[in-house]
């Protein structure tokens, strides 16, 4: 929630984003709420029983989700610095594999730990993953002339 209320003042310009501070605290509370998700997964009070080709399914989300989130963030070095969109290798296929790879992996893990609470809690981050990608689509609409373009040719 911390960091749609950052993305939203970053999208209108607000004045306190510009503070090193805040962006700080976003990204420290971001880091603690994983942290709870995280083990939240193992102390789940809500278990269910699924067939473990279903929990085999989960950990293959789980670790497709994690694999591209760490695969896109790799590829995206050196274009911020250089102020160039990113659109080859995973990027050439998909405008935010980073938010893609968190979808996946916040669903995929509780299946696999069988977590029913912590997977109806995937309702939450998605929302906000998708209100995230949604002002940062803006944003490169604005920065980069060719970014309608590029999103034609790729998917989500």
Not at 12 to 26: A, G, Q
Request: hydrophobic content about 50%; aromatic content about 22%.
């Amino acid at each position: 929630m911390w960091r749609s209320v950052f993305n939203y003042l970053a999208y209108r310009k607000h004045r306190l984003v510009e503070k090193k501070y805040v962006t700080v605290l976003v990204y420290v509370t971001m880091g603690i709420f994983w942290f709870f998700w995280f083990n939240m997964n193992f102390s789940d009070p809500v278990k269910v029983a699924l067939p473990m080709w279903f929990r085999c399914l989960g950990l293959l989300m789980f670790v497709a989700g994690v694999s591209l989130f760490v695969v896109a963030h790799r590829g995206m070095r050196g274009f911020e610095e250089k102020g160039r969109l990113a659109t080859t290798g995973v990027y050439a296929k998909i405008r935010n594999p980073m938010y893609l790879g968190f979808i996946v992996w916040v669903i995929g893990l509780p299946l696999f730990l069988e977590s029913m609470l912590t997977l109806a809690s995937a309702v939450f981050w998605i929302s906000h993953f998708l209100y995230w990608k949604s002002l940062e689509e803006k944003k490169l609409e604005q920065k980069f002339s060719e970014y309608r373009d590029y999103k034609r040719r790729t998917w989500f």
